[in-house]
């Protein structure tokens, strides 16, 4: 089976992860990166051939892309670019580590990124252009609205609700039925025991 090509947008940190990521699953084929960065011109053995504004002169090769930068202080920045490739016919392929665990009474949506040693439970849901970092524990009936980053080692107990544009710091722990309002910054290590 031939592998779908894709973009990657991003050359740090986040965007290593996402090679690594889309390498383990053999489904994909990076040809190429955009990077605003312009001291950087490979990242790995990928080619940047561009700034982000760019990647529209390249929607012939293909329009599957992947947003590679995880905009932790700056989610809205993050989920306006999404927006915007959307809205141009840009598609954004759901990236799923073979070595998480999804329920299959559990919903993946468009553009989420599930890294290594995940864990999805039944009835819960993860909206479009998320972020489930390694070891992220996902219990029964979450809701991660869109857009938000869920970082490494982090436990959300059954029935919680994140609200988009949040972040979730590594190994933080929310107790079952807590609501994390939009927009939300939470520290690294934080034990959540009332509403946010």
């Known amino acids: 089976m031939s592998k779908k090509k894709l973009f990657i947008i991003g050359s740090g940190g986040h965007a290593s992860a996402c090679i690594d990521l889309i390498e383990s699953i053999n489904s994909f084929k990076i040809v190429g990166i955009f990077s605003d960065d312009k001291k950087i011109k490979k990242k790995f053995s990928y080619s ?29 920045k993050r989920h306006n670019i ?27 949506l468009e553009g989420s990124q599930i890294f290594h040693n995940c864990t999805v439970n039944a009835g819960s849901i993860i909206s479009e252009n998320c972020i489930l970092n390694n070891n992220s524990l996902i219990d029964h009936d979450c809701k991660i609205n869109e857009n938000v980053h869920i970082s490494t ?44």
């Open 48 to 76: 940047v051939i561009g700034t982000t504004k760019d990647i529209f002169k390249y929607k012939k090769i293909t329009n599957n892309v992947v947003l590679g930068f995880g905009s932790i202080y700056n989610l809205k």
């Open 82 to 108: 999404y927006l915007k490739l959307k809205k141009a016919g840009f598609k954004f392929p759901t990236i799923i580590s073979k070595k998480s665990h999804i329920s299959d009474r559990s919903k993946i």
């Open 153 to 196: 080692g982090v436990t959300l107990n059954g029935t919680v609700i994140v609200n988009k544009n949040s972040f979730i710091g590594s190994g933080s722990v929310i107790r079952d039925n807590i609501k994390i309002k939009s927009n939300s910054f939470i520290k690294m290590g934080t034990v959540i025991k009332n509403n946010v």
